[in-house]
């Protein structure tokens, strides 16, 4: 089976029982396809011309085998002189950040004991043995969160002067809570009726799991436009139009973060500074995506209509979060400005390319 499957890719990825999925990224450096032999069906993903990457993505899958709940790495190979393929099960379902849209029409929010559910299993991966060479990546939260581009450089540099308070903010929680990262985007989990698979481990940081909560609860949803309404700076900055895109209630998320407060265990960090430590890692998390949709819609590239709303959530979301954190620490309110800059800057670009001010946001 193994042979014939690497024979398929070798030869034809488009042979019988090789269909490509998606392409994960734009330039061609990593293909997915699914695999259908007649003994069973394995997800391949084959990185071109990045041998390094494969080989740390390698050695991260074997990190968390052990556990029932992620998806097992059946095989590698290397294909030729610059292509590498790994081969792991094949999982049916979808991935949980399109179930988060499918429950805003239904029950509006993921079943709190799966929620703890999955927080349990993101709390054991992050648990295991520090891993080697840990690399940061231009989100991780002891960085810029800003994309490059996005700013201009004399903004960026005046940016991160304002911001550095948050940075030692995040470094405090590392040095607290300290574990592996392992980027548990909601797109990197699955989910199959009550059946959790955790899919996806090239990118680990030994920082903390903390900021894999962050991505959980605050990664947003996927809803498109259908309503008309204003993209100006008032609609998108407005005090509740972002929770219509939010993944949970504030009360669920209240609850969640309860839960791994206590897994830790730590009596001597209060429930409350530990909620600060969440709140400022949720303002790094939210910075880094309202630049990179900033980004995409300044230039008008990518669907817009999936893009905007997920630009009015983070947004959003950052302007409630400085509203509770100014009266911890006044430094905020510059952070508050920025992001009012940032998002005029946005709308501005928006309307000279496109000459229309009138999009749609549904909830």
Same mark, same amino acid.
């Given at each position: 089976m193994t042979n014939r499957t690497e024979q398929c890719l070798i030869l034809d990825p488009q042979s019988?029982?090789?269909?490509?999925?998606?392409?994960?990224?734009?330039?061609?450096?990593v293909k997915?396809?699914?695999?259908?032999?007649? @003994?069973?069906?394995? $997800?391949?993903?084959? #990185?071109? %011309?990045?041998?390094?990457?494969?080989?740390?993505?390698? *050695?991260?899958?074997?990190?968390?085998?052990?556990?029932?709940?992620?998806?097992?790495?059946?095989?590698?190979?290397?294909?030729?002189?610059?292509?590498?393929?790994?081969?792991?099960?094949?999982?049916d379902g979808i991935d949980l950040q399109k179930y988060f849209s499918s429950l805003k029409d239904i029950s509006g929010e993921l079943d709190l004991s799966l929620s703890i559910r999955i927080i349990d299993q993101i709390y054991n991966l992050s648990r295991q043995q520090n891993v080697p060479n840990s690399s940061f990546s231009d989100s991780t939260p002891l960085c810029s969160p800003i994309?490059?581009?996005f700013l201009s450089d004399k903004d960026h540099l005046a940016?991160?002067?304002?911001?550095?308070?948050?940075?030692?903010?995040?470094?405090? @929680?590392?040095?607290? $809570?300290?574990?592996? #990262?392992? %980027?548990?985007?909601?797109?990197?989990?699955?989910?199959? *009726?009550?059946?959790?698979?955790?899919?996806?481990?090239?990118?680990?940081e030994n920082t903390s799991m903390i900021f894999?909560?962050?991505?959980?609860i605050r990664n947003g949803t996927d809803i498109q436009i259908s309503s008309t309404d204003e993209f100006?700076?008032?609609?998108?900055?407005?005090?509740?139009?972002?929770?219509?895109y939010s993944s949970f209630s504030a009360e669920t998320e209240a609850t969640l973060l309860r839960h791994t407060y206590d897994l830790f265990n730590r009596s001597e960090i209060s429930f409350r500074d530990f909620q600060i430590m969440y709140q400022f890692g949720c303002i790094h998390n939210h910075f880094f995506y309202l630049s990179k949709y900033g980004k995409l819609i300044s230039e008008n590239r990518g669907d817009l209509r999936k893009i905007m709303p997920r630009f009015v959530y983070h947004s959003g979301a950052l302007k409630d979060l400085f509203v509770y954190l100014t009266h911890y620490d006044d430094r905020v309110i510059d952070l508050n400005a920025w992001l009012s800059k940032m998002v005029d800057s946005v709308v501005t670009q928006h309307k000279q390319n496109?000459?229309?001010?009138?999009?749609?946001?549904?909830n």
């Open positions: 019988p029982g090789i269909e490509e999925i998606y392409q994960t990224v734009p330039n061609n450096k997915t396809y699914k695999i259908v032999t007649p @003994t069973e069906t394995l $997800f391949g993903k084959v #990185y071109f %011309d990045k041998p390094k990457t494969a080989q740390k993505e390698i *050695s991260n899958a074997r990190l968390f085998e052990e556990f029932e709940f992620v998806s097992k790495l059946h095989f590698d190979t290397q294909l030729s002189n610059t292509s590498w393929l790994l081969a792991y099960e094949y999982i994309r490059e581009g940016f991160i002067d304002c911001y550095k308070f948050v940075l030692d903010k995040n470094s405090s @929680t590392v040095k607290s $809570f300290p574990g592996i #990262y392992s %980027d548990r985007n909601p797109r990197n989990i699955i989910i199959n *009726s009550d059946k959790v698979t955790h899919v996806d481990f090239g990118r680990l894999d909560l962050i991505k959980f100006s700076t008032e609609v998108i900055l407005s005090n509740d139009n972002y929770k219509r496109n000459n229309s001010s009138r999009y749609t946001f549904s």
